[in-house]
């Protein structure tokens, strides 16, 4: 599409905390300038208009319900750019840790026998947006990086492709200027991860979690032989590694991404 | 008057998460009134079962992206509790300060994106930016010093990363303290200008006796410690929350309902300011008698003020407690080790109201059980009785304008609604 075009742009969300759309409302500063270059036309969390004509979808949340799995359908059908916001919608996010258990023994146990008949509890196995749909971009991370959000969105605007790393975290990590978490004596997820947050959890003194998903073609085997040589036990190597379920993305992902 | 009324708001837009209202008059009796909690369940309780609990911040943090510091303090706090981890007062005074930022900004959230629309009559702030150019560049600029506060403790403004069972794992540097002082001093100014704006904004007549549950500690207003105490003075022992607080399942919605054993009851900022009136700080005083807010607060739209009025108590909250990090000159500590293992319950006044996070964790550290109330689910109940009374008042008005009076009250109680999706009792085997 041409620069002069002004686009359409619509948020919507599945199941998820909503923390990704208060990141892109927490662009404070940026927010005026974004809203001179595109229309925002349908955002639900802050705002009643409710369009269903828009050039680019976000969707942030992972798909668990029969009419999210519609409601997905039908945004790629009108949406032009279809991009993912955040983990749950990238890959599923931390949403996945409910798939290992039966769907009917979560609904008894936790809402009561009663539950099982009732349609409002009705819920599938969590799946990531391109399970589902084709995806345009993935904007990866719980949450999502605010910067990552503001250059993908600025590519978009010069009709550029946005580009997500294909690197680890560890490359973000020896930029930040890090200690080495493994060097502190504790375990990381960094090194499968893939990058783009600037390592803002081991800056902040954590751990990268894997929140943004694998890397392309992970050795995860290597990985979890270094997390048992620095101290876990196999099943805890695996467990952490299962933390964000990830590897799963890139399913349907369009090549032009990359 | 109207005799029959059929209102059916379907996804109620500016709030947080999935909700349907739906209202019924026959022959000018409400036959019906529901709030339809339709956000799809996450099982955040299940999430929890068989992980590690060094990992149940992490992941009870996103139970919610707007009160993620809430749900981590909860959870830290229960895990503390279960685990026998005695907290250095350095560590509380920065979860403190990060909890400070976080209401601010979720009360900000609240009255500039969610209410103020309501207040000109718009879908929603972009219209108001060229407007009410002064206004939004105000409310724009509290918000981005509420989340400095959340990014400097905790290292980002939506699920903090610093937060770790035993400690902080990230101690801010002295200059980065002092340049938030510096940015919340010159917020009082504008938050006085806001005042000055919404005490003059009518609000609708509709004045109901309530019942109004928030935690309560002698000498301060409590937000981070505490007992959850009813204005009909009885109080609710932290590991017995479940003996009082009684949830149950409805059949239209995802979330939970609770009721006291007196039967409706409210949580969240109106309670707070309603229960801990004298505690407030001197500024959030001022600003109280200025808009004429004096307990006891009956009228929920009161919620919105009250809001306001704790954003001078908070901002005010985090200054004293700034000074002393400042004063004492924060150093890098090791983490507590637990010691224990067992139950334990987990409470703190979250935006919306009291919450509770009570986990079981084994002598491996795992955690085997969890449970959550939260304040969005505990209002369900107090917003549906609401609504029931509010609708009867608003019968001879156009349908169009019922809609909106009602979808306001609604919004007025700051719903939650992704986080209410996860009020359950579980039971693992």
């Known amino acids: ?258 | 008057m109207k005799k029959e009324l059929n209102i059916r708001v379907k996804e109620l837009t500016r709030v947080e998460g999935h909700g349907n209202i739906v209202i019924d008059v026959k022959k000018g009796v409400v036959k019906e009134v529901k709030l339809e909690i339709v956000e799809s369940p996450r099982f955040f309780e299940v999430m929890l079962r068989g992980r590690r609990y060094d990992e149940a911040q992490h992941i009870m943090a996103r139970i919610c992206g707007i009160c993620a510091t809430s749900h981590s303090s909860a959870s830290l706090k229960a895990i503390e509790m279960a685990m026998g981890i005695r907290i250095t007062p350095q560590t509380k005074l920065l979860r403190r300060l990060a909890f400070c930022g976080e209401n601010l900004q979720s009360h900000l959230l609240h009255l500039f994106f969610l209410v103020l629309p309501d207040i000109f009559g718009v879908d929603s702030i972009v219209p108001l930016m060229q407007s009410h150019p002064d206004l939004i560049k105000t409310a724009l600029e509290l918000k981005r010093v509420s989340n400095e506060i959340c990014t400097v403790i905790g290292g980002r403004a939506v699920h903090p990363i610093s937060l770790a069972p035993g400690g902080m794992l990230h101690i801010p540097a002295q200059d980065e303290l002092k340049r938030l002082k510096s940015e919340i001093t010159g917020t009082f100014d504008k938050l006085q200008g806001m005042l000055e704006f919404f005490k003059e904004v009518p609000i609708p007549d509709f004045k109901k006796p309530r019942e109004l549950i928030a935690l309560k500690k002698r000498g301060e207003y409590s937000i981070y410690d505490g007992i959850a105490t009813s204005s009909n003075k009885y109080s609710i022992k932290t590991e017995e929350y479940t003996k009082k607080i009684k949830e149950y399942v409805v059949p239209y919605s995802t979330a939970k309902q609770a009721v006291s054993p007196k039967g409706t009851f409210m949580v969240g900022a109106m309670a707070r300011v309603n229960n801990n009136f004298r505690s407030l700080s001197p500024r959030a005083q001022k600003a109280a008698k200025e808009a004429g807010l004096k307990p006891p607060l009956e009228n929920p739209f009161l919620n919105n003020i009250a809001q306001l009025i704790e954003c001078f108590h908070l901002s005010e909250e985090a200054l004293g407690l700034i000074d002393t990090a400042l004063k004492t000159e924060l150093k890098k500590e090791p983490l507590r080790k637990p010691k224990s293992w067992g139950r334990g319950v987990g409470i703190v006044e979250a935006p919306r109201g009291t919450l509770f996070h009570d986990y079981t964790i084994d002598k491996r550290g795992i955690i085997t059980d969890a449970n959550c109330v939260i304040p969005t689910a505990t209002n369900l109940h107090s917003i549906e009785e609401d609504l029931k009374a509010f609708v009867l008042t608003l019968l001879d008005r156009p349908k169009a304008e019922i809609q909106n009076r009602v979808e306001t009250l609604v919004r007025a109680y700051d719903p939650c609604i992704s986080c209410s999706t996860h009020i359950m009792d579980v039971t693992f085997i």
């Open chain 1, 1 to 258: 599409m041409p620069y002069s075009k002004r686009y359409k742009v619509a948020f919507f969300s599945m199941t998820s905390c909503e923390g990704c759309q208060l990141l892109v409302l927490s662009c404070e500063n940026e927010l005026p300038d974004i809203l001179t270059h595109v229309n925002i036309v349908y955002f639900r969390e802050a705002m009643s208009e409710k369009s269903t004509d828009y050039d680019i979808a976000f969707i942030e949340g992972s798909a668990t319900t029969a009419k999210e799995v519609r409601k997905l359908r039908k945004i790629r059908k009108q949406a032009k750019i279809v991009i993912t916001l955040g983990a749950c919608s990238s890959t599923g996010g931390l949403n996945r840790l409910k798939n290992r258990f039966k769907i009917d023994d979560l609904k008894e146990s936790v809402y009561g026998k009663e539950a099982l008949g009732s349609q409002a509890f009705d819920t599938k196995r969590v799946r990531a947006v391109d399970e589902i749909i084709e995806v345009d971009h993935h904007l990866h991370g719980c949450p999502i990086s605010k910067e990552e959000f503001l250059k993908s969105f600025n590519d978009l605007l010069l009709g550029l492709k946005p580009h997500a790393p294909n690197y680890p975290v560890c490359t973000d990590c020896k930029i930040a200027g890090n200690v080495c978490v493994f060097k502190k004596g504790e375990t990381c997820l960094g090194p499968v991860t893939r990058a783009g947050c600037s390592a803002v959890c081991v800056t902040y003194g954590s751990i990268c979690w894997g929140c943004r998903g694998f890397v392309d073609a992970p050795n995860i085997a290597a990985h979890t032989e270094t997390l048992q040589r620095h101290g876990m036990k196999k099943e805890e190597a695996l467990s952490f590694l299962s933390l964000y379920s990830t590897g799963l993305t890139g399913k349907k992902e369009k090549k032009i991404v990359r």
